[in-house]
């Protein structure tokens, strides 16, 4: 929101009008404005689901669709070595259990033994019931060491489109939803390869996760609802572009020697533009975020990492709210509500966890 001032002349008195515009163009909303959208075929390719990847007229927008028969995904043209990567992305409504739409990096058809790997998880629901999302990360295939953190949202994301970012530099890892900062990983010495340091590419899918995506595997997929549709537009590449350093069909097979490639240039453009720094407003709002809509952290599973992982900073408000399981000790995603004596309330236009930039 902003606001707008106009001039007008009312019965020859010179009146001052303010008002309050929305902001149309998600670049502004979000105050990212060195986001550059690509068309799909300047940097992504079709991954799989023949027939299930439909692209716009003008190529800047693409729908991913589940049936029956298979999903669809499509992936970067090229590995990046650092980036930011970030779309806006609309899932599919009404009944969705067992749909996983993920917008993520990896590098696991390069190595496959040691790979690396940021997430963002869409989970879907039974009708009426929100989506949820999970965060990852994994370095070095540690997927025995998963880091996973759970969330729902303060909007439906089936109603309309919402901006999805992930920041990976040599310091840190910024996961976004809008403009708000959800999730910051600080890179720490004694993670050693567990933070993701190879080259990796852009993934969205969207796939049949029946067995584990709702209530652990106990609802599935519904077809008769199919196809399940997602968008993906405005999607925004940028970072150190290491397939450009080993050029031919199989360029990918030779990343491995990716340690000779100079990115100190892009990591510096990377780290000094404003998705690299969390503002004084957006941390207020990624602790709010945090408080009232994470429902699930590996920091504070003990049963799972008697120690917390190193990159873990311990908030004694938020670890109060867990079990030991890492799960909220009262099986919601909201703080406790208690039964009190009914009060008018002011109306909220914005979000509680709005960066208002």
Known sequence: MRDSIYLLWIDNRLVVIIMMVMMVSCRCVLGLENINPIFFDEGLSHLFGEGNLIRSPDDRSVRLLLDKYTGSGFISSSMYQHGFFSSLIKLPGAYTAGIVVAFY?????????????????????????????????????????????????????????????????????????????????????????????????????????????????????????SPFVSEFKDIALDGCNVSDSFPGENNNNNIGNYNNINCSVSDQFLMSNDYSTISPKQATAMRRFRERYMYYSYCYDTIRYSVPPPECVIVTAEKNRFRDTGRLKFGGSHPKVHKTRKRRRRNRSTPVVSADL
């Open 105 to 225: 990096t990896s590098n696991g058809d390069v190595f496959v033994k040691d790979h690396d790997e940021l997430d963002i998880e869409f989970l879907g629901n039974l009708e009426g019931k929100p989506w949820r999302f999970q965060t990852n990360m994994y370095g070095n295939g540690s997927t025995n060491r998963g880091r996973e953190e759970r969330y729902r949202l303060w909007f439906d994301p089936s109603k309309e489109f919402h901006r999805y970012s992930i920041l990976w530099t040599p310091t840190k890892i910024i996961f976004w939803v809008d403009d708000v900062p959800i999730r910051e990983i600080l890179r720490k010495e004694e993670m050693n390869g567990d933070y993701p340091q190879k080259p990796m590419s852009l993934y969205a899918t969207i796939w049949d996760a029946s067995s584990w995506a709702t209530s652990g595997g106990k609802f599935g997929v519904d077809y008769t609802f």
